[in-house]
């Protein structure tokens, strides 16, 4: 069983950042791909980024540009750095594990575990 716990979540400005965290248990992180999604109120989950265990990364259109997403195995976190912040990017977020091999990156289902999720609140 993998536990998955974020933070950095908070309340900023538009144009402002936030850098959130997740960090993993378990010895085989380095293994798994690591993703982001994001849920606003009344809306349904919907992917913002992924990375790979070879490093590489995919990102939904709407934050390409803005947000970064990175791992440190040696630590078994993985960061998503958040700049130029909007306001419709108030979500909550959420961490997500996928054991190989992988699957759809943008889909739910292709992860099997979750963190309970950091709120993000941009301001205008």
């Known amino acids: 069983q993998v536990q998955l716990v974020e933070s950095g979540g908070g309340l900023v400005q538009a144009g402002g950042s936030l850098r959130l965290s997740c960090t993993a248990s378990g010895r085989t992180f380095s293994t798994y791909a690591m993703g982001w999604f994001r849920q606003a109120p009344g809306k349904e989950r919907e992917f913002v980024a992924t990375?790979?265990?070879?490093?590489?990364?995919i990102y939904v259109d709407s934050v390409k540009g803005r947000f970064t997403i990175s791992r440190d195995n040696a630590k078994n976190t993985v960061y998503l750095q958040m700049n130029s912040l909007k306001p419709e990017d108030t979500a909550v977020y959420y961490c997500?594990?996928?054991?190989?091999?992988?699957?759809?990156?943008?889909?739910?289902?292709?992860?099997?575990?979750w963190g309970q999720g950091t709120q993000v609140t941009v301001s205008s």
């Open positions: 990375i790979r265990n070879g490093g590489s990364t």
């Open positions: 997500a594990a996928e054991v190989p091999p992988y699957r759809y990156y943008a889909s739910g289902s292709s992860y099997e575990y």
